[in-house]
């Protein structure tokens, strides 16, 4: 039962895949903490840029929109019929 500093004075002069692999599976609460910050922003950063100045439409805009469809079309092939 060693101490946890062990694991990261061994790691010293290993390299960048050893310390990735103690800081991946080390479970330390920091560790976990920055994990989960960093897989906010490589997925938050995207989503905002996406979803910027977009007006989100409910279900009764597009069913009003395909309404006004609906009346224009029925309304130019009648018209057109006489």
């Known amino acids: 039962m060693g101490s946890e500093n062990g694991a990261a004075e061994d790691l010293k002069g290993k390299g960048f895949k050893a310390r990735m692999h103690y ?30 100045g977009k007006k989100h439409k409910s279900h009764q805009d597009y069913m009003d929109k395909a309404e006004k469809a609906r009346r224009e079309r029925l309304s130019t092939s009648s018209s057109s019929r006489t």
């Not at 903490?33 to 840029?49: D, Q, R």
Request: net charge positive; glycine share 6%; hydrophobic share 55%.
């Open 23 to 52: 800081y991946m599976y080390s479970g330390d609460k920091k560790h976990v903490a920055v994990g989960i910050a960093i897989f906010a922003a490589v997925f938050s950063v995207p989503w905002f840029y996406m979803n910027r």
